[in-house]
């Protein structure tokens, strides 16, 4: 347990450059910590449930990609859908050039490779960006953590005051 995080939950230092040790403060405030601490690890897990998704649509892409490299893929049957349930037969005409949505209803035609690059690359950018957020992610549970454990303690200390007060 580390009394040594700092009330925000994020950096040792408030913005007077003064650092606040979360032992140092009331029950109610702690309280407000760890609800900030709790909307902060919810939208951070929201947010990496989205950056998952993401990152799994980009590797289905490039498998896609790749089964149009596999030989014989010219003039293979598949099914093209016109809607999220809805498909029609086709034969691939093209196996060269695919069309990329590049975001916001936009396509572009790229050569196979390219469009393989383009994949690639974006997944790997979501890689990085899903390991920053689970550090994140990790460093607000630690601190949440000690929020919880400090305030059990406070918590425990007033119960402990008011029955020698009683007795």
């Known amino acids: 347990m580390s009394s040594s995080a700092s009330a925000g939950g994020g950096s040792s230092s408030n913005e007077a450059g003064q650092g606040?040790?979360?032992?140092?403060?009331?029950?109610?405030?702690?309280?407000?910590?760890?609800?900030?601490?709790?909307?902060?690890?919810?939208?951070?897990?929201?947010?990496?449930?989205?950056?998952?998704?993401?990152?799994?649509?980009?590797?289905?892409?490039?498998?896609?990609?790749?089964?149009?490299?596999?030989p014989g893929a010219q003039d293979k049957d598949t099914l093209?859908?016109?809607?999220?349930?809805?498909?029609?037969?086709?034969?691939?005409?093209?196996?060269?050039?695919?069309?990329v949505d590049i975001g916001t209803g936009y396509y572009v035609e790229k050569e196979t490779p390219a469009a393989k690059q383009l994949y690639q690359e974006r997944a790997e950018f979501v890689g990085k960006k899903i390991e920053e957020l689970q550090n994140m992610l990790t460093q607000k549970n630690a601190n949440l953590s000690s929020v919880v454990d400090i305030q059990r303690m406070k918590v425990a200390e007033a119960q402990g005051e008011a029955a020698s007060a009683a007795a």
């Open 80 to 99: 093209v859908p016109l809607t999220a349930s809805l498909y029609v037969p086709g034969k691939l005409a093209d196996v060269e050039h695919v069309l």
């Open 20 to 70: 606040i040790s979360i032992a140092d403060l009331s029950l109610p405030q702690l309280a407000d910590v760890r609800r900030q601490l709790e909307q902060e690890i919810e939208h951070l897990s929201d947010s990496f449930g989205a950056l998952r998704t993401a990152q799994a649509k980009f590797k289905s892409c490039l498998e896609a990609l790749e089964s149009l490299s596999a």
